[in-house]
């Protein structure tokens, strides 16, 4: 089993930035890749961006390009998910990802609200 806890959500002002992380424990060596998803109100939950747990960023969103980057610490077992320039539009909760062989595994979620 893998527990997954993010946190750093917040209240932001559009134009603004917040950094979260995601934690995970337990049995790491079964993940291949975490990612960070988002679900907005009355919206299906969508891929924001992933990581191969050799530190290499895979994919992003279209519409996070160039604002948001991925980025781990095997030594910590973080996941951290940088977020420049926010529109209000990134409202979301925000989950963590892990991809395993054995199956996959999702945090508790943390919202991040943009708003002037």
């Known amino acids: 089993q893998v527990q997954l806890v993010e946190s750093g959500g917040g209240l932001v002002q559009p134009g603004g930035s917040l950094r979260l992380s995601c934690k995970a424990s337990?049995?790491?060596?079964?993940?291949?890749?975490m990612g960070w998803y988002r679900q907005a109100p009355g919206k299906q939950r969508e891929l924001v961006a992933t990581?191969?747990?050799?530190?290499?960023?895979?994919n992003y969103q279209d519409s996070v390009k160039g604002r948001f980057t991925i980025s781990r610490d095997n030594a910590k077992n973080t996941v951290y998910l940088q977020m420049n320039s926010l529109k209000p539009e990134d409202t979301a909760v925000y989950y963590c990802?892990?991809?395993?062989?054995?199956?996959?595994?999702w945090g508790q979620g943390t919202q991040v609200t943009v708003s002037s």
């Open positions: 990802k892990g991809l395993g062989f054995a199956g996959d595994y």
């Open positions: 337990g049995s790491m060596f079964s993940i291949y890749s």
């Open positions: 990581i191969t747990t050799g530190g290499i960023p895979i």
